[in-house]
T-cell receptor, first 109, second 113 residues
Framework: AQRVTQPEKLLSVFKGAPVELKCNYS??????LFWYVQYSRQRLQLLLR??SRESIKGFTADLNKGETSFHLKKPFAQEEDSAMYYC???????????FGQGTTLQVKP | DAGVIQSPRHEVTEMGQEVTLRCKPI?????LFWYRQTMMRGLELLIY????????DSGMPEDRFSAKMPNASFSTLKIQPSEPRDSAVYFC???????????FGQGTRLTVV
């Protein structure tokens, strides 16, 4: 069965510090991986996807098939990055979209 | 387009009552997802429709839960009878197809007392 695991419920860092939100997945097929973000009082929205290989708001994520990971990174955290972050996977055959448990990022001034 | 619209935004009901949550996906989107969000489990996929047909309902917790999509512009999630452990935020999301960005509604916060 497909699964997405985010081992940290809460990650607290100081402004300017590097950030890494961990995500591991299990899926026997070829996955499409995403990061979604939910800011306070806003809708859950897409942050980035592995297939586009882009950097959004300074965040990047690299798919490591050997380690089955898709960690989200940012070299210098900003206070406005404080939010809930979800890693997600879609299955190539059915398009089923499943999420991890989420990690709350708290950036302190 | 106003995006994915869910109603009601908040629902408080007594244990044993029937609850119906509603969702209007973005026009032209043919995939629709229902999720339940809790602190303990994060976002759990309950059911997924493609072209109004349920593709995967393996996440529906019990027979008390049912979902329908009678047409491309409307879906419901029903809980009958409701229980206190059903209290959560329920999200609906839609996308234009497989492996594309999903757009989320504002969610319905359900409290069963």
């Amino acid at each position: 069965a497909q699964r997405v695991t985010q081992p940290e419920k809460l990650l607290s860092v100081f402004k300017g510090a590097p950030v890494e939100l961990k995500c591991n997945y299990s899926y026997s097929g070829s996955p499409e991986l995403f990061w979604y973000v939910q800011y306070s009082r806003q809708r859950l929205q897409l942050l980035l996807r592995h297939i586009s290989r882009e950097s959004i708001k300074g965040f990047t994520a690299d798919l490591n098939k050997g380690e089955t990971s898709f960690h989200l990174k940012k070299p210098f955290a900003q206070e406005e990055d404080s939010a809930m972050y979800y890693c997600a996977l879609t299955t190539s055959n059915t398009g089923k979209l499943i999420f991890g448990q989420g990690t709350t990022l708290q950036v302190k001034p | 387009d106003a995006g994915v619209i869910q109603s009601p935004r908040h629902e408080v009901t007594e244990m044993g009552q029937e609850v119906t949550l509603r969702c209007k996906p973005i026009s032209g989107h043919n995939s629709l997802f229902w999720y339940r969000q809790t602190m303990m489990r994060g976002l759990e996929l309950l059911i997924y429709f493609n072209n109004n047909v349920p593709i995967d309902d393996s996440g529906m917790p019990e027979d008390r839960f049912s979902a329908k999509m009678p047409n491309a512009s409307f879906s419901t999630l029903k809980i009958q009878p409701s229980e206190p452990r059903d209290s959560a935020v329920y999200f609906c999301a839609s996308s234009v197809g497989r492996n594309t960005e999903a757009f989320f509604g504002q969610g319905t916060r359900l409290t069963v007392v």
